[in-house]
């Protein structure tokens, strides 16, 4: 059986070198410290995938009052080699075809090794931590970020005051829990630039997420069928 795993396209060809080294992706038990990594045979990434700024101008992100921040499309797939070793702390995702009952439920997950102190000094996680913060619908999202990112409907935001995602979870998983089961809805994509918001207020500057449902043909046809999206039922 062929094994994949999804993340964000920004993440991955910074990893990876731009394309010339394989990822090294880590699995493991989650109270435990990382273990040996795996190593990626390919990486397929979204024809459509943009980091440009809104206006045409590449810049970083606030050093134009007038533009905002635009990131596209930041989605890749991964295949593991060798294939990964299914138990009850590594499960196959689940991602529906349609999710619009899913990003109804407020609450939310999400999980990874990233900072969990940002200020005076970023610190990293030695074990896998998750953490609850609520799923905002479309128009908070928009009017959270404003004129500082464009947001469209590709994706999601969520966040909760001192808790959310930090630099190192970028292309970790946001789920929710529906009928007993756990549905990844999102990508972790980018979030607040600022240390002290990142830290203290993704409530009101939420991190930005790949909707993982708008693309189920992308995974169908990168994975060569062995992966699509279900029914929630």
Avoid at 20 to 37: F, G, N, Q, R, Y
Avoid at 41 to 51: C, Q, V, Y
Avoid at 121 to 149: D, G, H, M, Y
Wanted: net charge positive; hydrophobic share 35%; charged share 20%.
């Amino acid at each position: 059986m062929r094994f994949f795993s999804i993340l964000a396209f920004l993440c991955a060809s910074i990893s990876a070198s731009f394309l010339e080294e394989p990822i090294m992706m880590e699995l493991d038990e989650p109270a435990l410290s990382p273990a040996d990594p795996q190593e990626s045979m390919e990486l397929l990434r979204h024809l459509n995938f943009s980091n440009l700024v809104y206006g045409g101008r590449q810049a970083r992100p606030g050093q134009f009052p007038q533009q905002a921040f635009l990131l596209l499309d930041d989605i890749a797939v991964v295949e593991f080699s060798p294939a990964v070793t299914l138990n009850r702390n590594t499960k196959l995702a689940k991602i529906a075809t349609d999710d619009s009952k899913l990003l109804r439920i407020r609450k939310s997950y999400v999980t990874g090794y990233g900072t969990v102190t940002e200020t005076p000094l970023p610190r990293i996680s030695s074990v896998l931590l998750w953490s609850e913060i609520t799923l905002f619908s479309p128009s908070e999202c928009r009017q959270k970020w404003r004129n500082r990112a464009v947001i469209n409907d590709k994706q999601i935001c969520a966040g909760a005051n001192k808790k959310g995602t930090g630099k190192g979870d970028s292309g970790g998983p946001i789920q929710v829990l529906f009928n007993k089961k756990l549905w990844q809805v999102g990508l972790t994509s980018f979030g607040p630039a600022n240390p002290y918001d990142s830290e203290h207020n993704q409530d009101r500057f939420p991190t930005v997420f790949t909707r993982v449902s708008s693309y189920c043909d992308f995974l169908r046809n990168s994975t060569n069928g062995a992966f699509s999206c279900t029914n929630t039922g």
